[in-house]
């Protein structure tokens, strides 16, 4: 079992910047493809950006491209979203997501991943 814990959301202004973590526990995380994906109230959750086990390909959402960068560190086994230029439409609750593979398939459905965490609030002020 992976269990997943989202940090560093909080209240930023239009044009701001945050970053994210999310800190796997129970296993290391070197061979999960992990995900971000974000849900504002009343709309489904969304996919916003993934890394492949090697960090070597990361996808974005459109929505999210040349403003969010997905990164991760095995040593410290979590994985970070960088999100700068924030626009309100970018509020919601961030989820981390993780999926066993070694492949470089980019997973951008909620099916692709067995666990996820618990999220972390994003709120933009404009």
């Known amino acids: 079992q992976v269990q997943l814990v989202e940090s560093g959301g909080g209240l930023v202004q239009e044009g701001g910047s945050l970053r994210l973590s999310c800190a796997a526990s129970g296993r290391t995380i070197r061979n999960y493809a992990m995900g971000w994906f974000r849900q504002a109230p009343g709309k489904e959750r969304d996919f916003v950006a993934t890394i492949n086990w090697s960090g070597t390909r990361t996808y974005y959402a459109d929505s999210v491209k040349g403003r969010f960068t997905i990164s991760r560190d095995g040593a410290k086994n979590t994985v970070y979203l960088q999100m700068n230029s924030l626009k309100p439409e970018d509020a919601a609750v961030y989820y981390c997501?993780?999926?066993?593979?070694?492949?470089?398939?980019?997973?951008?459905?909620?099916?692709?991943?067995?666990?996820w965490g618990q999220g972390t609030q994003v709120t933009v002020s404009s």
């Open positions: 997501a993780a999926k066993y593979s070694m492949d470089s398939i980019n997973r951008v459905t909620l099916a692709a991943y067995d666990y």
